[in-house]
């Protein structure tokens, strides 16, 4: 019996649920072989005994491995499916910490750290499910302007947020980051900022990147400036200059753009993050706070993107 599915349902750690069609409803493990028809279906081979399902997981799991096996084995399932639904670059806005600790009469500081307490969480289950990038934005250019105490915190919390990534250094697998103008920090957080991206530079797992001191617009002329420098010296010209050669001036160079940015908090606005890279990416609007933003949250925002059509302009 062959079954073709064109609809990836939803994820758990060792299956995938995929459509067939009528209605009915196939669970998948990822070591599982299939094959890929020339429509880009993915063909999975195997009969009624081969679908798991219910308590007899595991016995069922086995039987159909092997008689799928001895069908067709030409294609990992799991990356195929990886690959043409899951986004690679992630970028959120991690907005309502400061109404969710007031709703707990409690400071704004105690809401980032909150915050920072759900971002390494979701950084954990980022990284198992195979996203290659989160892009935060941790503080933007327009945060200098909240009052004193506020910015002090957050910078603390940053240099404690450092000092236990370096402390637990050997059980992360996460590489660390940062994008935006580092110059206006103190001096003490650049070096611990820079110690982070030496000592996570050999990391395999995730990608983070750290908004910090970072606004688009600023990033932009930045770039225009450094790129106009080099043009004067003489290292380009103005043939030169494309999309590929201006990305490359900017503080995301070498980072695939997100194709899906998370705003928490029920605000609609991209407040200065990533304009020149979000140009086609898919925006998922959440009504929680960023404390209570967890795993099944992020499943949801990544569900509704493969739900999207991206047609990029074209029909
Ligand atoms: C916006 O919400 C949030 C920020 C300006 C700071 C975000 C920073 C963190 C979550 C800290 C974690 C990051 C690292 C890397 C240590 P808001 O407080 O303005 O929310 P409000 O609109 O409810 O006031």
Redesign the pocket.
């Known amino acids: 019996m062959k079954f073709y599915c064109n609809k990836v349902i939803g994820f758990t750690k060792k299956a995938v649920r995929l459509s067939i069609g009528g209605g009915y409803i196939k669970i998948a493990y990822y070591d599982y072989i299939g094959n890929i028809d020339i429509a880009g279906n993915w063909i999975f081979y195997g009969d009624n005994d081969g679908l798991v399902y219910g308590k007899n997981r595991r016995k069922s799991k086995k039987r159909a491995t092997r008689l799928i096996r001895d069908r067709i084995c030409t294609f990992n399932a799991k990356e195929a499916i990886m690959e043409n639904s899951l986004p690679k670059h992630i970028a959120i806005i991690?907005?309502?910490?400061?109404?969710?600790a007031?709703k707990r009469f409690m400071p704004?500081s105690f809401?980032?750290r909150a915050?920072?307490q759900?971002?390494n969480k979701l950084l954990k289950e980022a990284d198992k499910i195979g996203i290659e990038h989160i892009t935060?934005?941790?503080?933007?250019t327009e945060?200098w302007t909240r009052p004193k105490d506020e910015v002090n915190s957050?910078m603390n919390?940053?240099r404690e947020?450092i000092d236990d990534y370096i402390k637990d250094n050997e059980t992360s697998n996460i590489k660390i980051d940062s994008i935006g103008d580092l110059s206006r920090l103190d001096e003490d957080l650049r070096n611990k900022i820079n110690t982070l991206k030496e000592i996570s530079s050999c990391k395999k797992g995730l990608n983070l990147h750290?908004g910090l001191n970072y606004g688009g617009r600023d990033e932009i002329m930045r770039a225009v400036k450094k790129m106009y420098g080099e043009l004067k010296s003489g290292n380009i010209k103005e043939s030169d200059i494309n999309e590929e050669l201006f990305s490359s001036y900017l503080d995301t160079k070498g980072i695939p753009d997100p194709e899906l940015i998370i705003r928490t908090?029920g605000e609609m606005r991209l407040s200065n993050f990533l304009p020149w890279q979000s140009t086609y990416s898919e925006i998922y609007i959440s009504d929680k706070?960023?404390p209570d933003f967890n795993i099944n949250e992020l499943n949801k925002a990544i569900e509704h993107y493969k739900n999207r059509d991206r047609r990029f302009g074209g029909r």
């Not at 991690?94 to 969710?100: F, L, S, T």
């Not at 935060?136 to 933007?140: D, E, I, K, L, R």
Request: aromatic share 18%; charged share 15%.
């Open positions: 991690m907005d309502g910490n400061g109404r969710w007031k704004r809401g980032h915050g920072a759900t971002l935060v934005y941790a503080f933007s945060n957050l919390l940053l947020y750290i908090s706070l960023w």
